[in-house]
């Protein structure tokens, strides 16, 4: 891909005990998560890209160089074309909703202005909340005001540093369709900081693991989710993400088909969907058990043919086993026990009951 479609930033930011050492090339467009451990570097990244923190290196964003050493070019933060969402959406408490909204168009010439006020406050459905004042709003409306703000400014990187944390699970379900809203109906590349893999699975299309200040991995997120060497597969919410299409929906059983590169999986879904529709799967690995033989007269109602492509130990007595399902990456967490007693080594196959599928989208 060319300059003008990718960001690519090599940042080097020494402090006493902690030493940020990354060099990311990562899609210009969709969102990219940015995953890993506390006190990894995720914040200190971001604050280097935005020009919040001195590092050394070179940041280019779509064809754009906000810094580097080898022309001493540095951009300060607010010559940077970027939008930067907190946690706590941090509002003006004096100005009402449109007036934060306008905030962030204020320092940006008309020419450069790819979104309206109009389009911002359509996009984070803001439209009836104009003219209230921030501390009247719910903690979700007023982050979906802080991203409004952020996008006003036609950023052409928007940063989000755990956009959700401050929010319960209700107000996170509520923003959720927001972000989602956004990557698929603008073009600014997303880069997001979050401690939850079940966002990030939902959100991101491409994933870069932080390690002490270093990237551990980085791809696809699908691939990463799946890969038993990392450790976002030892997590307790582990599993794998999943892409198919549509093939049946009974509305009077609720039940939906969704076709894979090879097998088919059937789960609940209350939701209208359409045959042909493009949809993501979860499947948590501790859902996913291995039998020799496809179980009989069960009430499990996805039986896969599998290969086990790989096993690696996951904590006192339990093992990890990656699975190949016709081209689709499965995880299945087992006992260490079962492991033995099957004598599971790669290359075997098996069935996979799998009885936890939900969708991811
Ligand atoms: N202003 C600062 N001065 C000195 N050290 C700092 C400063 N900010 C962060 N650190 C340290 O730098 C390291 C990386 O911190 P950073 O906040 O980037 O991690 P993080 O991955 O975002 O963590 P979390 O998920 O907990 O927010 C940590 O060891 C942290 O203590």
Redesign the pocket.
């Known amino acids: 891909m060319s300059p003008e479609q990718t960001i690519a930033a090599r940042l080097h930011l020494a402090?006493?005990?902690?030493t940020?050492d990354v060099d990311l090339a990562l899609p210009g467009q969709g969102v990219t998560a940015l995953f890993?451990?506390?006190?990894?570097?995720?914040?200190?990244?971001?604050?280097a890209l935005a020009g919040l923190e001195r590092a050394a290196g070179r940041v280019q964003v779509k064809g754009a160089i906000w810094q580097d050493d080898a022309t001493r070019t540095w951009l300060p933060t607010h010559r940077r074309q970027l939008g930067y969402v907190f946690q706590e959406a941090s509002l003006f408490p004096h100005l009402t909703v449109r007036r934060n909204i306008e905030y962030g168009q204020r320092r940006l010439a008309a020419g450069r202005r790819r979104i309206s006020l109009d389009q911002a406050v359509q996009l984070l459905g803001l439209a009836t909340l104009l003219e209230r004042l921030p501390h009247t709003l719910s903690g979700g409306e007023r982050q979906r005001v802080a991203i409004a703000r952020a996008l006003a400014a036609s950023p052409r990187l928007l940063l989000m540093?755990?956009p959700l944390a401050a929010l319960d699970a209700a107000r996170k379900a509520e923003v959720l369709p927001y972000l989602e809203r956004l990557q698929h109906q603008l073009d600014i590349p997303v880069l997001y900081?979050s401690?939850a893999i079940d966002e990030v699975a939902r959100l991101a299309s491409h994933l870069v693991l932080?390690h002490q200040?270093r990237v551990l991995a980085h791809g696809p997120t699908a691939e990463l989710l799946a890969r038993a060497d990392l450790p976002l597969a030892h997590a307790d919410n582990a599993g794998a993400l999943v892409s198919g299409t549509v093939s049946h929906h009974d509305p009077h059983e609720h039940l939906l088909s969704v076709r894979l590169a090879g097998c088919t999986l059937r789960l609940v879904s209350s939701r209208q969907h359409a045959v042909g529709e493009a949809v993501r799967l979860r499947i948590p690995a501790r859902d996913v058990s291995l039998a020799r033989v496809p179980a009989e007269g069960s009430t499990i109602l996805n039986i896969l043919p599998v290969r086990i492509t790989r096993l690696v130990p996951d904590g006192a007595g339990q093992v990890l086993v990656a699975l190949d399902c016709a081209g689709s990456a499965l995880l299945a967490r087992i006992t260490a026990h079962s492991c033995a007693a099957l004598a599971l080594a790669p290359g075997q196959t098996l069935h996979a009951h799998v009885k936890g599928v939900a969708l991811a989208d």
Request: charged share 25%; hydrophobic share 25%.
């Open positions: 402090r006493a005990d902690f940020l890993g451990p506390s006190g990894c570097g995720k914040t200190t990244c971001l604050r540093d755990e900081v401690h932080l200040g």
